[in-house]
């Protein structure tokens, strides 16, 4: 059987291109605040967030899945330029309203979503709290982050994630020019640092099987002090909870200063990534492989739980001279443009929201969500995963 036939009748069936449950609610094809756009050369259809609560409307970073597993919720970021900062939106697909929240304001570190009850936890300085869904959902403070020292803290965590046990979440803290590892556990107990370094690491990300391993990542950062801009030498690290962090590559392997953008395969024993020169690779942490996956993947790419599919936002950095956002298949080696060529939104890449793409497999690999500028500014999408196997096949 084809591959887009067996996601089809999934689909039809109502288990899922993967044997998931269907989902009883609306969802982008069918809600009243979504709009179809079809992208003029590839003929790609994709569902666009017409509805506004806020003027800039943008996906969750790649790395943290914001639609819930039964369908009912998606969280998205909100933004109200000049202001700074950020707050979260939610659709409720069973109602099919949009919400706005003040209350979960956050600046930089991309907040967590569980998928099971549909709460999403967010930093607000260094508390941490978690809001119930809906247009009444109740706010509750988890836990507070505290060093016991006085130093200026720029951000708790890059992007939170769940541990295996979902006891704890994953913290990697810059304070003044030191950056701290660890987790912070939800029942309230104190901090548990892991490492402390003087050179930045951030992007953590838990590993999703193994609740004592977190992939972190070497990135650039201004010192404090003087302004210099220092750039990282090895890009992907791991780290084992009482042991020190050790480089997933070897410092001679010169590509380690092209690598970027870490995401885990959903069964924890592989590292998918950005090669900026090559393309989309992926390590196994068994065998110690590197495989080239996809080579037009050069900027922020994800993937479905099988390793299968991929999307990739494309020519992001340079989005002046075009910016796509492309999908691909593996079995057959095609790709096919979801966006052929990006407008520029509210300011050049989004400036200072972090409003690029950043495609996501989400709801069991049914849908990819994206942030598009097609109807002139920041706002979400949804494109179909079933009809995009369906044209690559």
Known sequence: MKPYVKYVLGVILGIGALGVSAHPYLDPA??????KWKDPQSGVESYVLEKHVAPLQMSFYFTNISYTDDGRYYWFYCAYPPSLGRVLGCIDFKTDEIFSFPETRFEDATPAVDLKSGEAYWFAGRALYKKQPGAHGAVTLVNKLDYGNGCYSVRPATHLTFNASKTSVNIDSHDGNRWTVGELPLDGSPFIKWQEFDVCYNHGQFNPADPDLQLIAQDHWKDGNTGQRVWYKNRIWLIRKGEKACPVYPDSYKQVKQHTHEWWSVDGSKIYYVDYDNGTECFDLKTGKRTLVWKNGTCH?????TGTYFVGDIGTYTWENGCRLTFYNTLTGKEINIVSDFPIGYSKRG????????PQFCLNDK???????????????????????????
């Open 351 to 358: 400036a200072p929201y972090h409003a690029d793409p950043h």
């Open 30 to 35: 069918t809600s009243s605040l979504f709009k």
């Open 301 to 305: 790419s994800h993937c479905d739980k």
């Open 367 to 393: 849908y990819i969500c994206y942030t598009t500028t097609v109807f002139g500014i920041q706002t979400v999408a949804f494109v179909s995963v079933a009809e995009l196997v369906q044209m690559t096949s």
